[in-house]
């Protein structure tokens, strides 16, 4: 009888374990390489400096293949974020244009981007991004670290683990050799190579340094409200905690008379 | 059950009240003073989480309604615009998709609690029975519910379950087209689950009270399984229940909270953040974690249709088990046979699970048929077979008298059997 009463707690572990292992169930065969990230762990906060980088790689690199649909320009001075002034946001989106309603004589009116605008789009449509791209659609990047197992290690893992030797029992064609990627054959190009961008706050671009900052600023584009829910969730379990300890002593209490 | 006290309107008001409409009266006898089993323990209180999972879903499922859009092209962004613009609306997704696991959770935990003390017994049929249509009623609930974000695991899964209804001979098909308003799973499939996830809570809702109604009339079992016989048994349900209650909902709450702003997405599949495409499938189509066991099942059989059979046969023979185990003694503590049979059924349904998310081949589709085999063994062979030759060990006079009834042999204190004679004061 004792065994089944304290099973409860394997019971929900056992529960738990056996969850995580159905998402564990399909992932790469290869270790994803973990550098640690400061937002991780339940008081992680985004590196945001890092997250500055980050856009800055995305920016100059990535954009003219990915799209971040679900981004707006506002997003990045807003708290937990890369924290952009708000001047410089403008400014960073009155760089792009976009086409917008019509003048007076119906013709299609172009204006630049406002921080209400989302991320531009690198093509006008999925077929225009697979012919661009020998028939591989570049995927849109906003959640690309929530729709990944292990997201951030693994982007991370991926963007520096670009190999030239090909292993001799490998055909891989026109696409590149990652071990990281499922398969090992990848349709982009290696992104990043030593000094791709040239860092505004002086930092070295390393292949590494670039990888990480990117992982980084991915991380947080897949779920601005990171920061926020931790605090909250700090917060709501700390009171958890209190009005579990007194809501305990009142059973005790109540059902200490109870024979 | 204790019926020694009586409502007694106190003012004016209330005695007004209670000649035109005994609310007063009903929340009394069914809340506070209800006469409760005083030896319940902490498995007995998920009841009480359950109600406030529905709750929870509910409420945080009307916030979400306000905000989510079932249009195939707009599904996967409004939920994003949830989760990034509005006020907490990641709170409320997070809470309503992790909520639904810990739904799911505690309905097991409750349910395998009803195996083990033997609760779905005479005279306590009707409230399994009922508790078996909430059962469904929540699978079919969950399952639409992952459809609507439109995201990859949402429209395959939703392709692969469907589908099962085609295997079924002669209607098969028109249901299915009926079932996805039209050929595949598109646009109006999306709008019809998220009607149907909208209303089918209420409905859970409606049988809920149903549920607890029938439970209010034969009061509640208890971990001896010996029926209530006076009020020396029970305590009233108000404060004794309504705390322990809500301390065990605390404890759920904190491991629910660790769930949400911890870890929101452990529970769910990394592709359903891919919006849903219908020219390309995921290498592995994964239920829920919830419905692995009943797609491990499904999958254990060579015959599609049998297979499709046997899953759904996986909670039909639910219903029958007031007839399958007709073992007079309710409570696994005094038979031990069936306490080793029940065990290795957990082991099984756990297994079964954890096969569920495995590629149906090898070990894991051998291990899927044994424990096929022995979920259904469990119900309609050993059940049967115990309530006939096993014999269970010396019971108690009563919850509040220890002292061994010698003179039961099967007797699990059924209303009207001799063991009521045997009650001394």
Redesign the interface.
């Known amino acids: ?1 004792n065994i ?2 304290n099973n ?1 707690f394997i ?2 572990v ?2 738990i374990g ?6 564990s ?2 992932g790469t065969t290869f270790k994803n390489l973990k550098p640690g990230f400061s937002f991780e762990g ?1 008081f992680g906060k985004f590196d945001k400096e890092s997250l500055k980088r980050g856009y800055q790689v995305y920016s100059e690199v990535c954009s003219s293949c990915h799209g971040m ?2 981004l707006s320009f506002r ?1 990045l001075s807003q708290p937990g974020g890369p924290e952009f002034p708000t001047e410089m946001v403008k400014e960073i989106a009155s760089g792009y244009s976009i086409t917008d309603g019509f003048n007076e004589y119906g013709e299609p009116l172009e204006r630049s981007m406002l921080p209400s605008d989302r991320f531009p789009k690198p093509y006008g449509s999925k077929e225009e991004a697979k012919g661009a791209n020998n028939g591989a659609y570049p ?1 849109d990047l ?2 690309i670290v ?4 292990d ?1 951030y290690n693994y982007l991370y893992s991926l963007l520096k683990g670009y190999e030239e030797e090909i292993p001799e029992d490998m055909d891989i064609g026109d696409l590149s050799y990652n071990p990281w990627y ?1 398969g090992g054959a990848i349709a982009m190009y290696q992104p990043l190579y030593e000094d791709s961008v040239e860092y505004e706050d002086g930092t070295p671009a390393t292949v590494d340094q670039m990888s990480y900052d990117v992982a980084n600023f991915l991380t947080w584009a ?4 990171m920061e ?3 605090r ?3 917060i ?2 700390g009171f ?2 209190i ?2 300890i007194l ?2 002593l ?2 005790s209490r ?2 200490r008379d ?2 | 059950m204790n019926h020694d006290y009586q409502y007694t309107p106190k003012n004016g008001f209330s005695k007004w009240l209670d000649k035109r409409l005994p609310l007063m009266r009903f929340a009394d006898e069914n809340l506070l003073s209800f006469p409760t089993p ?1 030896n319940l ?3 007995y209180t998920f009841g009480f989480i359950l109600t406030m999972c529905l709750v929870t879903q509910i409420i945080t499922g009307i916030v979400l309604a306000m905000h989510y859009v079932p249009n195939t092209s707009l599904a996967f ?1 409004s939920i ?1 615009h949830i ?2 613009d509005v006020n907490y609306g ?2 409320i997704r ?1 809470m309503h998709s992790n909520g639904a ?1 810990m739904f799911f ?1 505690a309905v ?2 409750h349910m395998f609690r009803g195996l ?1 003390y033997g609760s779905y017994k005479e005279p306590r049929e009707i409230i399994w029975i009922l508790g078996v249509v909430i059962f469904l009623l929540m699978i079919i609930t969950g399952f639409m519910g992952y459809v609507l974000p439109w995201g990859q695991m949402s429209f395959w899964g939703a392709t692969v379950i469907t589908n099962l209804v085609a295997t079924i001979p002669v209607i098969g098909e028109p249901v299915l087209t009926l079932l996805l308003g039209g050929y595949s799973v598109d646009n109006p499939t999306l709008n019809r689950f998220f009607s149907l996830h909208y209303l089918l809570p209420f409905v859970i809702f409606g049988v809920v009270i149903l549920h607890i109604w029938a439970l209010h009339v034969t009061g509640n079992n208890n971990p001896t399984g010996i029926e209530v016989k006076d009020s020396k048994d029970t ?1 009233s349900f108000h ?2 229940y309504t ?2 209650d ?2 065990s909902y ?2 759920f ?3 629910f ?2 769930f ?3 870890n ?4 769910g ?3 359903n ?2 919006e849903a495409d219908p020219m390309l499938t995921p ?2 189509i ?1 239920p829920e ?1 919830y419905l ?1 066991p009943f797609y491990a099942i499904l999958r254990a059989v060579p015959d599609k249709l049998m297979g499709v059979l046997l899953m759904f046969g996986s909670i039909i023979v639910l219903f029958f088990l007031p007839w399958l185990d007709t073992m007079k003694v309710k409570s696994a ?1 005094y038979r031990p046979l069936y306490k080793i049979f029940f ?1 290795l059924f957990v082991i099984f349904c ?1 297994l079964l ?2 096969l569920g ?2 590629p149906p081949e090898g070990i894991y589709l051998l291990l899927s048929r044994v424990s096929t085999i022995y979920y259904f063994a469990f119900f309609l062979v050993i059940m049967p077979i115990l309530s006939r030759i096993e014999k269970p060990l010396p019971m108690p006079i009563g919850i ?1 008298n220890p002292a061994i009834n010698n003179n039961s042999d099967s007797s699990g204190g059924v209303s009207g059997s001799p063991s009521y004679a045997m009650d001394s004061k």
């Open positions: 009888m089944f009463k409860i019971f929900f056992l529960i056996l969850s995580m292992n159905v998402n169930a399909e339940p649909k679900q997003n995927p906003s959640l929530k729709a990944r197992l997201g499922p897949a779920e601005p409200t926020e829910r931790k909250l969730g700090f709501v379990m958890l905690i009005f579990v809501m305990y009142s059973v109540l059902f109870v024979h | 005083k323990n902490y498995f962004d994003e989760m990034r990641w709170l997070y696991s959770l097991f935990i083990y305590i404060p004794y705390v322990k809500l301390f605390v404890v709450l904190l491991m909270c660790y949400i702003f911890y929101p997405n452990i529970l599949h990394p592709d953040y891919i290498a592995h994964v974690w692995l503590r065990l756990l699970g954890y998310a495995k509040s």
